[in-house]
């Protein structure tokens, strides 16, 4: 059945690869297999477990014992825990090497360390209690030549798996306190990088200080076709803000995201740096972190010329969903400052035109003109 699902959910290749909006297909096909395979599975369990039971009748009808039913359950057990044991070793082995490589953030490293840390600690309790539970079902199954020792009490063992649990829980909840804390400080720090990523039904507009440092302010009630964002212009700090496709960032250089969204609520999802935040409708977040490997040493790392960093949308928005990315880049500071310099500015000539501020440079080029005339 996961095996369906991962076919139902995936998209195909070539909807994968397409630019347009066309929806990604499913593979019914492959789906309708699986779906057929586990209920074949199932048929073949009840039909086994028939004739189990029509061969336990025809042994009492010749007056002869019956089948052992808990031996029969006892193998079971043991059977169903060799079964989980492979499939959590298959799970390590394949699913394992689909992860994610190294954090590309300087707050992806504790990110991992904690998810290691976690993971190792359930995966010792999970093997741990399976091979018990499992074990015990078959090791001491019923049998005529002993009896069960009936405990209904004991302090000592109540003792035991309520204080080493909550031990453990302490630990792991004071250790992702501290470490929430130290990713989630999102104060303003001088040289911080400002970027500006709002998500709308199907994209991401990114937008760049200008020369002063400063994203200029945003009112969604200044929205129009050319206002995309609906940057406020009475302030001096939007004239000069600069709009972007590609996410550009510098390397070792504290990047501060300001989040927004202006429909529905959406997600700033970027794996490779550990990066997750929802998008929220008239409420402004912000992320604040340091990329630290380069696309081009990621390339090189990976093996994989043709590598990208995304920016992608981690909540289920709409019909165009899954075309919801863009592209993230991490240079050397020269390399973005190249970049920078080559991009447009967000006051396009459209938008001067809907400010009206062509006119209100006119009158001033009327007057220079008269001046030259009268002398």
């Keep these: 059945m996961l095996l369906g699902t991962n076919l139902l959910m995936a998209q195909t290749a070539a909807a994968a690869a397409g630019t347009g909006d066309e929806a990604p297909q499913v593979d019914w096909t492959g789906v309708a297999y699986y779906v057929l395979l586990f209920f074949l599975v199932c048929l073949g369990v009840a039909v086994i477990g028939k004739i189990l039971k029509i061969y336990d009748l025809s042994l009492k009808i010749q007056g002869k014992k019956g089948l052992k039913w808990n031996n029969v359950m006892g193998v079971i057990c043991l059977v169903f825990l060799l079964a989980g044991l492979y499939g959590a070793y298959w799970s390590f082995t394949v699913q394992g090497s689909m992860t994610l490589p190294e954090a590309a953030s300087i707050h992806g490293v504790k990110v991992d360390e904690m998810f290691t840390v976690t993971t190792v600690l359930t995966m010792f309790v999970f093997f741990v209690t399976q091979i018990l539970l499992f074990g015990f079902l078959f090791q001491y199954r019923h049998s005529d030549k002993r009896r069960a020792h009936f405990l209904p009490h004991d302090n000592t063992i109540e003792k035991i ?215």
């Design 161 to 375: 798996w309520t204080i080493v649990p909550a031990i453990v829980l302490t630990v792991l909840v004071v250790f992702g306190f501290f470490t929430w804390q130290s990713i989630m400080d999102t104060h303003q720090v001088k040289g911080d990088l400002n970027v500006d990523i709002t998500g709308h039904q199907f994209a991401w507009e990114l937008r760049y200080p200008g020369k002063d440092g400063k994203l200029g302010p945003k009112n969604f009630k200044l929205v129009t076709g050319s206002n995309k964002l609906g940057v406020d212009f009475k302030k001096k700090s939007s004239f000069d803000d600069l709009s972007a496709d590609t996410m550009y960032l510098p390397v070792n250089k504290p990047v501060r995201l300001n989040i927004e969204a202006q429909d529905v609520i959406h997600s700033v999802y970027m794996p490779h740096f550990r990066v997750q935040l929802n998008a929220v409708p008239g409420l402004p977040t912000v992320f604040r972190f340091t990329p630290t490997i380069t696309t081009a040493k990621m390339r090189t790392d990976l093996n994989d010329p043709t590598f990208e960093y995304l920016v992608y949308c981690n909540k289920i928005c709409g019909g165009g969903h899954y075309n919801m990315q863009k592209i993230v880049r991490v240079v050397s500071e020269a390399e973005y400052q190249t970049w920078l310099s080559h991009q447009k500015p967000y006051l396009s000539d459209a938008l001067k035109k809907e400010l009206h501020f062509a006119d209100a440079e006119s009158p001033k080029t009327v007057s220079q003109n008269r001046l030259a005339l009268n002398n």
